[in-house]
Every structure is written in structure tokens, then in C-alpha cells.
């Protein structure tokens, strides 16, 4: 049994849920690269995510809002060729694409999630283009309590473990689409989550110099 268990925790740190063929992304930042893994039982995200990689919808644009012990996030098309510290009003390209919430796939730290609009979207539908990748904060046990007391699913045994052993966001579970992670480079993620940003007592969370996507790539 207890094979079994840490088994089963490992792939939910390691991504083991998805299998050596899932699509690999290179995103070349300012900042450094990361690997991403999209998730094949994800598929309308998945699709959705190629195809703005092969139109290199993600070259140029920057990460615009960026929280500490939280997420990064960027895919806002108004963001490419701005100017710093020039307003932009926000947006997304192409149309919301339905929820895919996966018991297998949660907000651990670094996985890779759909943006959305909160209010006037009771389906919790996913922005077109935008995405957020986790860096969150690790939780014990209490805080674990204070979650599970405003969720419906129980967390497993395993979640917890993953968790309390490398962090995320586990509020958002089931709330936002989880369909893909970083598997290298997340001290990258680390070092953008840690810039410094223009204002975040005023919820203006865009950095104060410019976090730029240089380039994303399908890889091998």
C-alpha cells in the first residue's frame, strides 16, 4: 500500500498522468526558458494552444500580470509592441473554449491554466489566449483545512502531499482549466513572480520593466 501510494504521488508531481508522445512547448523568455508539457486529456486547450505556438501568437507579447507567491500570466494580445508603463486594455484572441476540469490535474506549482473572465461566466469558460503558470506558496495541514472548508471535493491524500512538498494554488482546483506544466525551468517562473511590478496595493500587477516571450516553439 504504500508502494502504491508514493507511486501515485510522484505522478502527480512528475505529470505521469500524461504519456511521452504529449506535445512539448520551448517558451524562450527574457528571463530564461522553460519546457512546457500540454496535457493530452485536455484536448480543446490542447488544440488551441498549438495553434496560437504555430501562428507565433505568443512571440513578442509580455507577462502583464505577475504576483508573487501566486502566478505569472500573459497571452493579452494588446501587450505586444507596448510601450512600458503604457495602459492597454485587456484581451484575448480567439473564442472561449469550454471548461476541462480533470480530477487528475491541479493547481501544483508550476502547471499551466486557463485564463478566464469571473463574472458572467458561470461555465467557467477559458480565454482564447491567455494563461497563467502557477508559482504559488507551499501549504500545511491548517491551511489545506481552509481550503477544503470552501470546496466541494475532498483533497486526496496524494494532492496534499504534493501540496505541502512543492506548493501551488490549491484554491483554484476545478475553478480554472489546468491543461499543461512546466517540466524545466521552473526557477525561471521563480525569478518573473519575483520582478518588481508597478503598483500591486492598486492591483496593477504588470511589471515595471517589461518580462517579454521572446519566442514558443513546438519541440521534439
Known amino acids: 500500500m504504500k508502494r502504491i501510494t508514493t507511486l501515485l504521488l510522484i505522478g502527480l ?18 528571463m530564461g526558458d522553460m519546457t512546457i508539457m500540454l496535457y493530452d486529456d485536455t484536448p480543446l486547450h490542447k488544440d488551441n494552444f498549438e495553434s496560437l505556438v504555430k501562428d507565433k501568437f505568443f512571440d513578442g507579447l509580455i507577462f502583464h500580470r505577475v504576483i508573487n507567491e501566486f502566478m505569472i500570466q500573459a497571452g493579452n494580445p494588446n501587450t505586444r509592441n ?18 476541462e476540469f480533470r480530477p487528475n490535474h491541479i493547481h501544483k506549482k508550476g502547471a499551466l491554466s486557463a485564463a478566464r473572465r469571473g463574472a458572467g461566466n458561470p461555465d467557467k469558460e477559458s480565454s482564447g489566449s491567455q ?21 466541494a471535493k475532498p483533497f486526496s491524500q496524494e494532492e496534499k502531499e504534493v501540496y505541502k512538498k512543492i506548493g501551488g494554488t490549491p484554491f483554484l482546483d476545478f475553478e480554472y482549466t489546468v491543461f499543461g506544466e512546466v517540466i524545466k525551468g521552473l526557477e525561471v517562473v521563480d525569478k518573473i513572480a519575483a520582478v518588481k511590478v508597478v503598483d500591486p496595493k492598486k492591483r496593477d500587477n504588470r511589471p515595471v520593466e517589461d518580462v517579454k516571450i521572446i519566442s514558443a516553439r513546438i519541440i521534439k
Open 13 to 30: 508531481m512528475c505529470g505521469l498522468a500524461t504519456n511521452a508522445q504529449s506535445t512539448k512547448i520551448l517558451m524562450k523568455t527574457s
Open 82 to 99: 507596448h510601450k512600458p508603463g503604457e495602459s492597454y486594455a485587456d484581451a484575448s484572441e480567439g473564442s472561449t473554449i469550454p471548461a
Open 131 to 151: 494563461f497563467y503558470i502557477v508559482q504559488g506558496e507551499k501549504y500545511n495541514d491548517n491551511m489545506l483545512a481552509q481550503v477544503q472548508s470552501r470546496r
